[in-house]
């Protein structure tokens, strides 16, 4: 048997992970023969992933450097009866739950779904089931369209996004440089998005109804997004801001009251090999939060230096502090590489460093190394 953060793992559910793995992967080789036959109105397609990390942490953290892995399995299906009409499902399933289930940290050291996360979905008793919506098109012109999508909805999808990162299957994997929000967009639950793109401009707003019975609170956010492409390269600048109704707790634990923040993102390509990220934003501190202000950005190097220009690096840092939740604040850094085997498979060697003071005094700080292996279908 193995000592595994504490629970015993068996060598037999290691060796089902890794049966699990195998039959997978020539899962995702069927599907592409499968897909060819498709016609053009139904699609098929999702990521695998499999991912080991291990910590080393110092001994005020109270838990044993110690490592875990997991697989995850993303399945997704479109279907297109018109060029303007979308029907679209996205389905979760993990073995395990990595690092995340033992780290010491307030932030994931990855952010993916894991087994307990697609499982009860923000307390629905729905399994499995991540996405599922309908997406209408409306066509007024050259450049000028309007999309409406109501379903099962995922606000990551439509917020926030960044061409650098936003991406744990192939970019940063640690959940503070995932995303800006920290924990404040909510994902698969009930909820319609209005997206308006007028040449390079584009305008978002997303509604969401999130959680069960006494759990239960509204969501709401518009974003705005311009384009440009200049000699350096394609720049995306975006500002969301969102809300939420009156039903979190403040400090004292005794009132009701709402999250708000407003986030700028930025991403911008400099040349063939070098582009650039930025995150900045704030939220209010009249619920409990654990920061109320986030700084965060990056550098993203393409593979070309070295002859393969699929592959690309990362380097990433975020600060975080100003909450109410007694945490003081959080610094975070990671460095990755990432290296494209072929058009379906990939594999990721990434070093995350994070530190976490509290207003008492204590601090967790430590490395964690991984290894991500990724097959696209």
């Not at 936003?166 to 800006?180: P, Q, R, S, V, W």
């Not at 009251?257 to 930025?278: L, P, R, T």
């Amino acid at each position: 048997m193995l000592i595994q953060g504490g629970n015993r793992i068996s060598s037999r559910m290691i060796l089902l992970r890794i049966t699990g793995v195998l039959i997978i992967t020539v899962l995702v080789l069927i599907s592409q023969a499968f897909a060819a036959a498709i016609n053009e109105k139904l699609s098929i397609g999702g990521v695998m992933a499999g991912v080991y990390q291990y910590q080393d942490v110092d001994d005020s953290a109270g838990t044993d450097n110690d490592g875990d892995g997991v697989f995850v399995f993303r399945p997704e299906i479109s279907y297109t009866p018109t060029e303007k009409d979308e029907i679209f499902a996205k389905f979760g399933f993990a073995s395990g739950n990595g690092l995340n289930e033992i780290s010491p940290f307030v932030f994931a050291p990855w952010a993916a779904d894991m087994e307990d996360d697609v499982k009860d979905i923000n307390g629905s008793n729905r399994d499995y089931l991540l996405v599922a919506y309908y997406k209408h098109t409306i066509d007024f012109g050259k450049d000028n369209t309007l999309g409406l999508t109501g379903g099962i909805i995922d606000s990551e999808d439509y917020l926030d996004n960044n061409a650098f990162t936003n991406d744990e299957y192939t970019k940063f994997m640690n959940e503070a440089l995932d995303n800006g929000f920290d924990a404040l967009l909510p994902s698969y639950d009930i909820g319609g998005v209005v997206e308006w793109g007028i040449g390079s401009f584009g305008i978002t707003g997303v509604i969401m109804d999130v959680g069960e019975d006494e759990d239960n609170y509204s969501f709401f956010a518009l974003g705005a997004t311009y384009t440009v492409d200049t000699s350096l390269g394609i720049g995306n600048y975006r500002v969301s801001i969102a809300g939420t109704s009156n039903d979190f707790l403040d400090p004292t634990g005794l009132e009701k009251e709402g999250h708000s923040g407003v986030i700028f993102s930025f991403d911008q390509q400099f040349g063939k090999i070098i582009g650039g990220w930025i995150r900045f934003g704030t939220k209010d501190d009249k619920a409990e939060i654990d920061y109320e202000s986030t700084y965060s950005g990056g550098i993203n190097i393409s593979g070309s230096p070295w002859g393969r220009d699929d592959d690309n690096a990362g380097i990433g840092y975020g600060y975080y502090y100003g909450g109410n939740a007694g945490i003081d604040n959080t610094h975070v850094a990671e460095i990755y590489t990432r290296f494209v085997l072929n058009e379906y498979f990939s594999f990721t060697l990434d070093l995350q460093y994070m530190k976490d003071e509290y207003l008492n005094g204590n601090e967790v700080k430590g490395f964690i190394g991984g290894l991500r292996l990724v097959a696209e279908f």
